[in-house]
């Protein structure tokens, strides 16, 4: 089973971008669908992008889609969520996850501890 650690969070204005990493520990990093979550202050954690584990397909929030770019470097284990053209709404703790069952948007049982993103207007 892998651990996840994010970096790359922080402070930016609307507009500006972010890119988050996701470092994976362990041999199997390869072997998992890797997917990026978010939650905002009193919401609930949303979906934001996925990639299957050989990084050929991605899939996106629709809310991310066209500014989000999620992909990931199986030889250095590690994930990664390119953010343009943030925004407000953006704000929020973002969580990378992994899963080694079938699933898109949801049934990832293993999680990283998030990093804060905060985007100012």
């Known amino acids: 089973q892998v651990q996840l650690v994010e970096s790359g969070g922080g402070l930016v204005q609307a507009g500006d971008s972010l890119r988050l990493s996701c470092a994976a520990s362990g041999r199997t990093f390869s072997t998992y669908r890797m997917g990026w979550f978010r939650q905002a202050p009193g919401k609930e954690r949303e979906f934001v992008a996925t990639i299957t584990s050989s990084g050929g397909t991605s899939f996106y929030a629709d809310s991310v889609k066209g500014r989000f770019t999620i992909s990931r470097d199986n030889a250095k284990n590690t994930a990664y969520l390119q953010m343009n053209s943030l925004k407000s709404d953006d704000t929020a703790v973002y969580y990378c996850?992994?899963?080694?069952?079938?699933?898109?948007?949801?049934?990832?049982?293993?999680w990283g501890q998030g990093t804060q993103v905060t985007v100012s207007s």
């Open positions: 996850a992994a899963t080694s069952k079938v699933a898109v948007t949801s049934g990832y049982d293993i």
